[in-house]
């Protein structure tokens, strides 16, 4: 089995384990709706934290 590793370098300092995270989703490279972000924040908001 082949494993997949596409390294990230976002600029910044981040833990090295994180740089290494694969994911199948992908931007689309345009602005999301203010109202979109509003929601998601508002649900961040609201999420238990532990």
Do not use: C, N
């Not at 490279?29 to 979109?36: F, I, N």
């Not at 972000?37 to 934290?49: E, F, K, N, Q, V």
Request: proline share 6%; glycine share 8%.
């Amino acid at each position: 089995m082949m494993t997949h590793v596409k390294e990230a370098h976002p600029g910044y300092p981040i833990e090295a384990l994180l740089t290494k995270r694969w994911s199948p989703y992908g931007f689309a490279g345009r602005d999301a709706a203010t109202e979109d972000l509003l929601a998601i924040l508002g649900a961040a908001r609201r999420a238990s934290s532990s």
